[in-house]
């Protein structure tokens, strides 16, 4: 939908009124006239699908029809531009398609859908002259998609860093600042809205590994199915592990990661150490943050909220506007999104050379230490720092029984390929003075 | 020039092959796949305009006239674009004449020629369907004018602070580290290549204050003339002041700060206290940061390198990229920039009720402290810290006559107007105690 010059409304179907959609609501009805402006002419909400018509909105809305029928935007042929503003895959895709085979360009917030079927559905439109917007779908506020796939398009961009889950990080935060358990922030979190009543997508990072699939594409081209990404969760992540993080200058932050590397792609989520006073580091409670190195313009970072109504709303009626003004049509076509050849993924492992931090529990008794630090001297692993708790409350039972106490040691290594640190983790793990599973966390310094 | 399907290149002309000219053919040439999948269509460098043709360039330019004459691009009729890359004011204006009336489309870095005939140059080129395209004007590879005219659209924006000359805050960052003295930071921007021969330019704010006037407009609507906006430099910094402030916890940099503020617009450029761990005060060298605050969006922070070779050609070819596709003609056909319709400045003065920083030099003598805080409050203003140093040295002869030494008072206030500040310093500085003039400077505690 080209802007023709004309200064008649553009009508527009909402398919969802939840958080996002009543935000959507709230500044195309607010700001009415400033959206008028940046778009040429106004922009008018013509009908809405909802799952329950009779709920309560968080806006006020216009006299519109408000049904449950997707067919009441799909058939309406004043409606040119739709915006589905609901979560989940079904029926989520299938909205889309009927969206786009009635001749509607769409806007959408859905990265769940955009990361499992985005090559079907960007095809899908491309073939049928159609564009879809996902500014929304990525880091919330902050214009990454427009970054990456606009303002940059002179840099073969090398590698892409971020913090792309805000109620993992609003999680993290809390436990680090109030010394809270995993647990109590994961409540907070659900408390003030930040995350779902079921947060395990967010949690175990499923959410931010979405996010990283879809940037990814828009960086290097290549397609990657984001079940095929490596992926740890902050469910892993204990109170312990952040204080002792702390101890060293660091903090824990979900970090999602990817790299070209010899022609390949390296890409992982997970939990990892990063520095105090670096950006990643001081980005706190909800709020997103991405670094991008390109090879003209170094390395560019962004922080703004990454998910919440008013932020993604303002991603939403940006990408609205540019599909009004005609821009998103010109980006779909010339960008090659998705498209039939995009080149098939050869991702690599994330073999990076980088500092590594572990945490082996082990029973407090001569000879662990030189054991543990022996198989890792094996693996050619070098050692920056040790930290060596006092023992861990096993309990006045264990106490009583005078059974040696466990303690956690903490190992920061040097420089070392993480294939080394996982292979010696499995022999350290196998040894009988290893409790558990030990941890380890890639460490980034700058 | 909208993208039509054709897979022809497209010719561009350059005028001025220095630094970032040279950069703009090494991307072209270097990543030449790369930015024809971006385009659509190869992009050709098809002329050159320089000073003097037998210079040798910082790149290996393809084999095309080189000559001294603009008419060598405005005549031929197969040249669609030309990147304006030189600085100053004339030429430059006349040239992009020129090229507009040729039926060029222009991308230009010239920040100082949009800052002073920015309003009749835009509108030149809409009466003639042609456009301007500047995202290298201002921060340098920081896409921030698509940011703030694009991405952020469904906001009003409601303040822009920023950090928008890299030479000053090189400067700064070297003597905080170094301990240097101002002259010699300078010299040193200067070796190193981030400051010009002659520098004025950079430290007395105007390149700040030139580039502030042009986001002020993208993102208020307002035309600011930029002469009008109250511009302190760097030049007045010296060491003493970065230890007081950071003694107190602060860094100085030099603060673009642009706000909405009762339906008038506050703005300034000045040094400014920025508290450390704040994005502000984690902006080192040369590069450049912008914090926006959008209705919608909240804060939104931008860091990067703001000048340099290739981070300003990786804005250029962005934007020339942006105009082969046809981005560029519907962004400036309807952001409506600089029309002349813009609705004339009523700019405010900067009178936050804000912390604002004092160094007042006294001479050693009873009475004087009582003297200052007393005019101090007798203008409401609440003092928040007060430091007095160990006597500055004054030479072995005025230590020999027994005159009472100089001591520098350093103040911080609790919030209050500005205006209150200025008042009470024009009693304080005529203060038989007081020598030379005082230093003021505001306090950004977030």
């Known amino acids: 939908m080209a802007h023709n010059g004309s200064t008649q409304p553009v009508r ?32 008018e909400v013509a009908a809405a699908v909802v799952r329950d018509p009779a709920k309560e909105r968080d806006c006020t809305l216009p006299a519109i029809p408000i049904s449950t029928d997707i067919g009441t935007i799909s058939r ?18 299938s909205m889309m398609v009927e969206l786009l085979e009635s001749g509607k360009d769409v806007v959408t917030a859905n990265k769940a859908l955009l990361a499992e079927h985005g090559p079907e559905l960007f095809e899908l439109a491309r073939r049928l002259g159609r564009s879809i917007a996902f500014e929304a779908a990525v880091a919330g506020g902050i214009p990454i998609v427009a970054a990456i796939g606009e303002c ?14 805000g109620t993992s990080n609003f999680i993290l935060t809390r436990m680090e600042e109030d010394g809270s358990s995993y647990a109590e922030a994961l409540a907070l979190a659900q408390a003030k809205g930040f995350a779902e009543a079921d947060p395990s997508m967010d949690v ?35 109170i312990d592990l952040i204080r002792y993080a702390a101890e060293l200058g660091y ?20 939990p990892a150490l990063v520095k105090i006073g670096t950006p990643l580091a001081e980005t706190r409670g909800a709020y997103n943050a991405v670094s991008i190195v390109g090879d003209a313009v170094g390395r560019m970072f962004f ?67 030189a054991r543990i630090t022996g198989i890792l001297g094996d693996h050619g692993i070098s050692i920056a720092s040790v930290i060596q708790h006092d023992p861990i409350a096993t309990g006045a039972a264990a106490a009583a029984a005078s059974v040696p106490p466990d303690v956690a040691l ?16 499995l022999s350290i793990d196998r040894c009988d003075a290893v409790r558990g599973k030990s941890v380890c966390l890639g460490v980034l310094d700058e």
Do not use: Y
Request: some cysteine.
């Open 12 to 43: 527009i179907g909402l398919v969802g009124l939840g958080t996002v959609g009543s935000g959507v609501v709230r500044i195309l009805v607010d700001s009415a006239d400033h959206i008028t402006r940046h778009a040429g002419r106004p922009i």
């Open 76 to 93: 309406d042929p004043s409606i040119t531009l739709a915006a589905l503003l609901v979560g989940g895959l079904e029926p989520a895709r």
């Open 152 to 165: 940059l398009a002179a840099n073969r961009i090398e590698s892409i860093r971020g913090i792309l889950n």
């Open 204 to 238: 175990d990072g499923t959410d931010a590994t979405q996010k990283l699939a879809i940037l990814s594409h828009l960086a290097f081209g290549d397609w990657v199915p984001w079940k095929e990404i490596p992926r740890t969760g902050i469910d892993t992540v204990d």
């Open 251 to 270: 903090r824990i932050r979900l970090v999602a990661v990817a790299r070209r590397s010899n022609g390949r792609l390296a890409m992982r989520v997970a």
């Open 303 to 369: 922080h703004g909220l990454g998910a919440g109504q008013m932020p993604t709303a303002s991603a939403v009626v940006a990408d609205i506007i540019d599909t009004v003004v005609g821009r998103t049509a010109i980006t779909f076509r010339t960008t090659g999104l998705l498209s039939a050849d995009t080149p098939a993924a050869k991702l690599a492992g994330v073999d990076a050379s980088e500092r590594h931090f572990l945490r082996i529990v082990v029973t407090d008794r001569p000879g662990v230490l």
């Open 410 to 425: 903490v190992i920061m290594t040097h420089l070392c390929p993480s294939s080394a640190v996982h292979e010696a983790l």
